[in-house]
Every structure is written in C-alpha cells, then in structure tokens.
C-alpha cells in the first residue's frame, strides 16, 4: 500500500519535503507537531485528514482550531484535494463528506459552544497553543473508544496551555516533530532575516524557531520554577505546623 506522502504526490503532486514525510507517514497514534509559521502544519495535517478518511470508509475526522475562520481554512485546504464536488456534512458548516461516508468537520474550539461527536477516528487540534484547556478536555475523550488518532499542531505560544504542558510530558505517549523556519529550505535565509529584525528576538525566536517563551504578564519563567522543586525535602507535615 502507498505511504500517504506517496499518494499525496501521486494524487495531487504534492511534494513533501523530508520532514514533512516524516510527519505525513508517521504510524504514531498521538502526535504533537510543533513548527514554525507557514512551515505546511496545516496542509500537511489536511492531507493526512484526507487520507485517513478514504482509507476509513464512515469514519469521523474532526478538526478543532481556535475560531471558525480558522475551521474554514483548514477545511478549505481538505477541500482543495477532494475530488469531484465537496459536499458538506449536515452536521456542520465547515465539512467535507466523502462518497465513502467519511466525514472531516471543522469546529471552532469556543467554550461552551463545543458539540459532542461520538466515536471521532481522528481529532487533530490545528494551532493548539491557542486553544482553551477546556477545549481539550472536550474533545479527547470523543476519540477514546477506538483509540482514535490525535494530532496536536501548533506554533509555540508562551508557557502554559495543554499543548505546552503535552511536549514537556515525558509519559504522555506523544511522537514530537519539531521544525523551525531555519531548518526549511521553503524560507529563504534573507527574508528570514528580515522577519527577525520586524519582529525583534523574542518573538522571531517563538513564531520561527519554536520557542516556548515565557510571556510578558508571567512573572517567573517556567524553567525556574520546574528547577526549584526538588526531591530532597520530606513534605511539610500539615498536622505539625
Ligand atoms: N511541500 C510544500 N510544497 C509547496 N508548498 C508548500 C509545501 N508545504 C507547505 N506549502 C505552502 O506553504 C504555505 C503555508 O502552509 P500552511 O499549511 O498554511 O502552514 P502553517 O499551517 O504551518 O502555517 C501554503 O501556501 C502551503 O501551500
Ligand atoms: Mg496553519
């Protein structure tokens, strides 16, 4: 059977670079996908959405961004691959159904208004850092049943969220891909260095390198609290104070 970078190229022309085949073929179940902007996060992601809901005859794909502007983009990348007329899932705006039964529904990851899909095949969280926790609490529980995939891609944004907290656990079970502007023959060298003068340091070192940075309004770098705790004390005996 075809890897889906090689039916990405055979079906569509797409040529993946190394890293993106890295990410398109990964057999893993949970993975986090931590890149730069315009790094092909979101093209990269919709094509694997794609593949897996051929391939998935009746299965759900959903995929939780941070507003429905962004719902509608990702799905505008899936339906730029589909092929023959996109018809949409009943359920949602921002959907692609397949003639096979597959669904690919986008949703806006706003608290409260999040609706419950049963049995999704593959949940992936586009831009993740800027999703609320409680977004996340939602949602990865409606792919438990069948194990379903879950994709977790972002550019990093400050220190605290679940997508933050994801690539520090060791036991969460994820598969990292990390790649950064510089690494990307796609981002030509001077405009890069452009960027980094329009964006001075801090936010150039986030928004291409990857860097997770603490933010203006956190007083204490996460680095420097995690280096304060320690194993060597006994625990404070409540009782005794
Ligand atoms: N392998 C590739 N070949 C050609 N263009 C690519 C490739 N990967 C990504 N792109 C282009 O790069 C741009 C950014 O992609 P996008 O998926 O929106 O990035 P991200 O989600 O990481 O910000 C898009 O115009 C996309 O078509
Ligand atoms: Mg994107």
Redesign the pocket.
């Known amino acids: 059977m075809r890897t889906p970078s090689e039916w990405a190229r055979a079906e569509f022309g ?4 190394a890293r ?1 085949r890295e990410v398109l073929d990964t057999e893993a179940r949970r993975v986090l996908l931590c ?12 094509l694997r959405a794609l593949h897996f809901a051929e391939h998935h005859p009746g299965s759900t794909t959903l995929c939780v961004t941070p507003t429905q502007r962004q719902s509608g ?1 990702f799905l505008e ?1 899936v339906q730029r691959y589909v092929k023959g007329p996109v018809v949409r899932d009943a359920r949602e705006a921002a959907s692609v159904k397949l003639a096979n039964g597959s669904s690919i529904i986008g949703l806006p990851g706003q608290e409260g208004t999040i609706r419950g899909f049963d049995d999704v095949g593959f949940l992936i969280l ?2 993740a850092a800027l999703i609320q926790d409680c977004v996340y609490t939602a949602t990865r529980p409606m792919r438990v049943l069948s194990d379903g995939l879950l994709w977790m ?1 972002s ?1 990093p944004h400050g220190q605290s969220g679940f997508f933050h907290v994801a690539w520090h656990d060791e036991e969460g079970g994820w598969t990292r891909f990390k790649v950064s502007a510089a690494e990307c023959e ?1 981002f030509r060298p001077e405009v890069l260095a452009v960027e980094r003068v329009a964006l001075g340091e801090r936010m150039y070192a986030q928004e291409y390198l990857c860097e997770f940075l603490p933010s203006d309004l956190q007083m204490i770098p996460a680095q420097l609290v995690e280096g304060a705790v320690t194993d060597d004390e006994e625990p404070l005996d409540e009782a005794a104070l």
């Open positions: 797409f040529e993946a670079d993106q890149c730069s902007r315009q790094w092909g996060k979101s093209t990269v992601t919709a983009l990348k586009d831009e891609i550019t796609r």
